[in-house]
C-alpha cells in the first residue's frame, strides 16, 4: 500500500474516534487487580499481555506501525544519554522496523483551532510480532516506572482489512474499523476485557 494510503487509513479510522461513527471496541488492559505505583510490574506485565494477545489475533499477517511524537524530551532511563528524539528513543530500544513514509498532523483536535502538530511517521512491521510487542511496549509503559520509554504515540493497522490498534496508556486500548464485522472476532474471543461501562454500546455494533 502507498504512503498516501497510510496517511489516509490512519486519518480516517482516527477522527472517527472523535466523531458519531464510531465503529471501536474499547479493552481493559491494567485492570483495577493491579496498582501503578504499588505493584507496576504485574500492572504492566497483564496490560502487555493482554494487548499482545489482541495484537496477535489482529495482526497475524500484515501490519503497518504508526508511531507519532511531539517534541517531547525522552525520559533518560535506559537510553543512551545523547538520545533527545523519540523517534530515535524508540530505535535504540530496539525497534527497527523499516520506515515507509512521514508527514504531520494534529492527534487531537481543539476547538480554537490550535491544536498542536505531531510528526508521524510509519512503518511496514509485516508479520513481526517482536516489533508490534515493542511498539506496545512503548505505549503502555509512557505513563508508568516502566524504562526504557520513548515519547511517542503508536498506533497498529492492517492496511488491508482497514483496523487499527491503539493503546493509550496502561488502563486500555481501542480497536477500530470502517466495518464492525472486521472486529466480532476479538469481540466474541476477548469478551472479558472488553470495557465494562461501554459494553452496551459495542454490543450494539453487532
Not at 466523531?19 to 501503578?36: A, H
Not at 535504540?92 to 491544536?115: H, K, M, R, V
Request: some cysteine.
Amino acid at each position: 500500500m502507498s504512503s498516501p494510503s497510510i496517511e489516509k487509513l490512519w486519518s480516517s479510522l482516527w477522527s472517527a474516534r472523535f466523531g458519531f461513527e464510531d465503529v471501536r471496541l474499547r479493552f481493559e488492559l491494567g485492570g483495577e487487580e493491579f496498582d501503578n505505583t504499588a505493584q507496576p510490574v504485574p500492572r504492566f506485565l497483564q496490560a502487555h499481555r493482554r494487548a499482545s494477545a489482541i495484537a496477535d489475533a489482529l495482526f497475524s499477517e500484515n501490519c503497518t506501525g504508526v508511531v507519532a511524537w511531539n517534541g517531547l524530551l525522552p525520559n533518560q532511563t535506559g537510553l543512551p544519554e545523547e538520545v533527545k528524539d523519540g523517534f530515535v528513543a524508540l530505535q535504540s530500544s530496539g525497534f527497527d522496523a523499516p520506515q515507509i513514509s512521514e508527514w504531520q498532523a494534529s492527534l487531537y483536535p481543539d476547538p480554537d483551532d490550535e491544536s498542536e502538530v505531531w510528526d508521524i511517521r510509519s512503518y511496514d512491521l509485516g508479520p513481526d510480532k517482536n516489533a508490534r510487542d515493542a511498539l506496545l511496549w512503548h505505549a503502555i509503559a509512557s505513563e508508568m516506572p516502566i524504562f526504557p520509554s520513548a515519547p511517542v504515540v503508536t498506533f497498529l493497522i492492517d492496511p488491508k482489512k482497514s483496523v487499527m490498534l491503539h493503546v493509550y496508556d496502561d488502563r486500555g486500548m481501542d480497536v477500530s474499523a470502517y466495518d464492525s464485522a472486521a472486529l466480532h472476532g476479538v469481540y466474541s474471543g476477548f469478551a472479558d476485557w472488553l470495557l465494562d461501562y461501554d459494553r452496551e454500546r459495542m454490543s450494539k455494533l453487532f
